[in-house]
């Protein structure tokens, strides 16, 4: 503790900020004279809004806007504000408890800041990390040590590419892994046929479970590779938005009203109009 950082005036009108944000979301919460829909939510009702936030967050940062970037971290903010105003309505938590849990969660995490713990380099501050949060959950070496239950945990909360690339690394540095990446081009050779003869001849849940494990050796191939597959989708489908726009801004009627050759045509112009701006 004797290492936290002392508050500057600047804090001070940070702390008036957030406190006028905390006022005005229980003015919206409140039964005299609030607001119909904010009273109305629920936490399960918000929880969507708080995944759509947070992909708003990334996208705005992907986009180096600072202003883009400043507006959807408010928007973030506010659905942790609105969720911690109903919990403290409903006498469950408050925001001063969500501020100081994860304030002491930093601390005791970061020996090595707030402590006397040493490190030498960023595979030991993980190690530590690890270590501290088994002992928080009060699991025994033994079940921390346990694989099963982290990769369940990356497959319930974290979005399906991002879930399997954490659960490929976890499981590699398990020992769950080839001896060479020729060996994960076969895996993908050997699940494509797969795939191939499910969609040929069985049945749609089949069929689904086929795709995904062509899916899952595709993100053990980009691990191999050091590329994220998230993003590689992401940029995927940007192009694809940003080659119809050129097709739209050209086209002299809707494109259903093409001919397939005719689409063809505009696509293959669009994509060589921005692979020049790329260069």
């Known amino acids: 503790m004797s290492n936290l950082q002392k508050s500057t005036p600047s804090d001070t009108t940070t702390l008036a900020a957030l406190q006028q944000l905390i006022d005005v979301v229980a003015q919206l919460r409140s039964p005299n004279g609030g607001c119909p ?42 659905q942790v504000v609105l969720q911690a105003q109903i919990a403290t309505e409903e006498s469950k938590f408050s925001l001063k408890e969500v501020a100081e849990g994860i304030t002491q969660k930093l601390i005791r995490r970061h020996p090595h800041v707030f402590g006397d713990i040493k490190v030498q380099n960023i595979n030991e501050v993980r190690q530590n990390w690890e270590q501290i949060k088994a002992m928080e959950k009060g699991e025994s070496a033994t079940s921390h040590q346990q694989l099963s239950p982290k990769l369940n945990r990356y497959a319930r909360t974290l979005p399906p590419l991002t879930g399997g690339m954490k659960i490929s690394e976890k499981a590699a540095a398990a020992g769950l892994e080839w001896e060479n990446v020729d060996g994960v081009w076969a895996k993908f050779h050997e699940e494509l046929a797969e795939f191939q003869q499910a969609i040929a001849q069985e049945t749609p849940e089949r069929q689904q479970a086929e795709l995904g494990d062509l899916l899952f050796v595709l993100i053990n191939l980009a691990r191999w590779y050091h590329l994220d597959p ?20 050209v086209a002299d ?27």
Do not use: C
């Open 37 to 78: 829909w904010d009273l109305a939510q629920t936490p399960q009702s918000l929880a969507p809004y708080a995944i759509e936030e947070a992909y708003e967050v990334v996208d705005a940062i992907r986009s180096g806007e600072t202003s883009a970037i400043k507006e959807e971290l408010g928007d973030l903010l506010l």
């Open 230 to 249: 998230a993003e590689a989708l992401q940029g995927t489908n940007q192009r694809f938005i940003q080659r119809l726009e050129l097709m739209e801004a």
């Open 253 to 279: 009627r809707p494109l259903s009203d093409y001919k397939l050759d005719e689409l063809e045509t505009l696509w293959q112009q669009a994509k060589a109009q921005l692979s020049q701006h790329l260069e």
